[in-house]
């Protein structure tokens, strides 16, 4: 079993900045490959980043490359994902998951066996 726990959301006007964390206690962290997702109101829950197990790989969805940033701390077990230049698109509540999936298989929410209860991130124009 592995907990996680998001924090860090908040609301913040477009061009800002915030940087979400997540917490991970159970087993061993550094097996995990970590992602993060987003919901909106009224849409599925959609891929954002993904980061492999010892880090060495990131992957971003076209929407937030170039301006999120994911990142891992595997002697902290947290994982981070640093949101700059936000838009109110990016308004949703942000969740973490963690898994030993395939990293063909990282876009699929279906894929992670492990989830936080999200962090709600509000950007207004």
């Known amino acids: 079993q592995v907990q996680l726990v998001e924090s860090g959301g908040g609301s913040v006007q477009a061009g800002g900045s915030l940087r979400l964390s997540c917490a991970a206690s159970?087993?061993?962290?550094?097996?995990?490959?970590m992602g993060w997702f987003r919901q909106a109101p009224g849409k599925e829950r959609e891929f954002v980043a993904a980061?492999?197990?010892?880090?060495?790989?990131?992957y971003y969805s076209d929407s937030v490359k170039g301006r999120f940033t994911i990142s891992r701390d595997n002697a902290k077990n947290t994982v981070y994902l640093q949101l700059n230049s936000l838009k109110p698109e990016d308004t949703a509540v942000y969740y973490c998951?963690?898994?030993?999936?395939?990293?063909?298989?990282?876009?699929?929410?279906?894929?992670?066996?492990?989830w936080g209860q999200g962090t709600q991130v509000t950007v207004s124009s």
């Open positions: 159970g087993r061993t962290f550094s097996w995990y490959i």
């Open positions: 980061i492999r197990s010892s880090g060495g790989s990131t």
């Open positions: 998951a963690a898994d030993r999936t395939n990293w063909q298989e990282i876009k699929r929410a279906s894929r992670y066996g492990y």
